[in-house]
């Protein structure tokens, strides 16, 4: 529906779109911040309200699992949340992105986008 309403939203946001937040995984978002993502949203249906039964209570517990893996690793647990909205909902999806970005540009860039960098530039 953001697309529908020609929502605004800023350009550093890359949409993935996916069947069902269930098929998220650890490594999928690992391999993200690998590759330099600053932070990882993830935007699944409102609670109970799932095609798949429990996809998005599956994808929670994995966002909450998958935050302490990266604060274990150094990052901070908020370049990962979760937000809960329905495919007719664009302008909540809108605000919930702006709202992750901003949260993101205070963190500032990924330290593992920086420890790729310098490794890329060695012979």
């Given at each position: 529906?953001?697309?529908?309403?020609?929502?605004?939203?800023?350009?550093?946001?890359?949409?993935?779109?996916?069947?069902?937040?269930?098929?998220i995984?650890?490594?999928?978002?690992?391999?993200?911040?690998?590759?330099?993502?600053?932070?990882?949203?993830?935007?699944g249906?409102?609670?109970?309200?799932?095609?798949?039964?429990?996809?998005?209570?599956?994808?929670?517990?994995?966002?909450?699992?998958?935050?302490?893996?990266?604060?274990?690793?150094?990052?901070?647990?908020?370049?990962?949340?979760?937000?809960?909205?329905?495919?007719?909902?664009?302008?909540?999806?809108?605000?919930?992105?702006?709202?992750?970005?901003?949260?993101?540009?205070?963190?500032?860039?990924?330290?593992?986008?920086?420890?790729?960098?310098?490794?890329?530039?060695?012979?």
């Amino acid at each position: 529906m953001a697309g529908t309403i020609r929502a605004q939203y800023p350009a550093s946001i890359r949409p993935i779109r996916l069947i069902c937040t269930a098929r998220i995984s650890t490594d999928l978002i690992m391999r993200s911040f690998s590759k330099g993502a600053d932070g990882v949203i993830i935007v699944g249906c409102h609670w109970g309200e799932c095609d798949y039964d429990t996809g998005n209570e599956y994808a929670f517990n994995l966002v909450s699992y998958t935050q302490n893996v990266i604060q274990s690793l150094g990052l901070e647990k908020e370049r990962l949340t979760m937000e809960f909205c329905s495919a007719a909902e664009g302008t909540k999806y809108q605000k919930d992105v702006i709202k992750f970005d901003q949260k993101i540009r205070e963190l500032g860039p990924n330290p593992m986008k920086l420890i790729n960098v310098n490794k890329k530039g060695k012979k």
